[in-house]
């Protein structure tokens, strides 16, 4: 029987689909453990001996039956020479959130669907950043930094006058999937969101329960800024001196997208003044310099990218693009398909 997932893919489901592993060795050895094997194994045909990371020089044989590409860090870049050693492949299912690094035009030119667990991956991220919120706003890490240097309880009253949770407004930029996952995690706590998107209009700002603004009202207004949009040419910089400038004193910037979405050596003028916060889990360059002063400003949080799923939460990304090979093995369509058109707003 063939049933049709997406125009122009047809479906064998007479006998279980044929899985290659595409991903940075031995990564699979994480990702699949005991469990998430058993449920693969179950639904698909798959050789754990045979993990590919360069389809140009993988054996021949081996990608000439694969029908499903299971991909993850590390994914080779399918290209159309690259495709030709795979004439069998009808989908790619990433294990992972953006497909950018390894989908290309060829794909979508050969009719091949794909899926992704940026879904599964927003969760971690929004979760991570809903804490920084919360955080922010009652200054947490000073009140720690400064009983920590007391070793006695320190003067709280500058903290009771000026800072707290109750209708402070946070600014969201961008109601992507982790934007969308971050306002409603923000729903039950009594904050005013503001929301700039380019792509949601007024009803639709209506329906997230947020109020639509100006990217640079946003910026006046907000008690901490949080950035979710992609990186694309017009976001290079969205956060550049000039409107860094119109944050308020004693604002918070979080940023857990893109570290090319904010001038840093810009916002890091600010933060060695003192007058603005930062959560930074992305700079530009990716790894600041060792003489960077954001290793050590006390009103910044700078962690190394990992807002996204990490550890144990990586299995929430397998579960989920096992669950969409199963999709496919049934003839069914994708439960989180992957369009070409998103591709050019999407990070």
Known sequence: MTLSVQEGTLLNTSRPPTVLL?????????????????????????????????????????????????????APELTEETLRRLPRLRAVVHAAGSVKH???????????????????NALPVAEFTLAAI????????????????????????????????YHRTVGVVGASRIGRRLLDLLRPHDLDVLLHDPYVDDRQARDLGVEPV???????RSDVVSIHAPQLPETHH???????????DGATLINTARGSLVDTNALTAHLVTGRLHAVLDVTEPDVPPADSPLYT??????????AGSLGNELHRMTDGAIDEVSRYAQGLPFAHPVGSEELSRSA
């Open 22 to 74: 595409a991903m940075d060795f031995p990564l699979h050895q994480r990702l699949l453990a005991e469990g998430s094997l058993d449920r693969l194994r179950s639904v698909a045909r798959v050789d754990l001996a045979r993990v590919v990371t360069d389809l140009a020089t993988a054996d021949a044989g081996g990608l000439a039956e694969a029908e499903v590409l299971f991909t993850h860090w590390g």
């Open 102 to 120: 390894h989908v290309t035009d060829a794909v979508w030119r050969r009719g091949i669907a794909v899926s992704s667990a940026a879904a599964a």
């Open 134 to 165: 919360l955080f922010a706003n009652k200054r947490v890490l000073d009140v720690a930094r400064d009983y920590a240097a007391l070793r006695a309880r320190p003067d709280l009253l500058p903290y009771f006058s000026g800072h707290g949770n």
């Open 214 to 220: 100006g990217l640079d009202e946003l910026a006046r």
């Open 238 to 248: 969205m956060f550049d001196a000039r409107r860094i400038a119109l944050l308020r």
């Open 297 to 306: 400003l006390p009103n910044v949080l700078l962690t190394p990218h990992i």
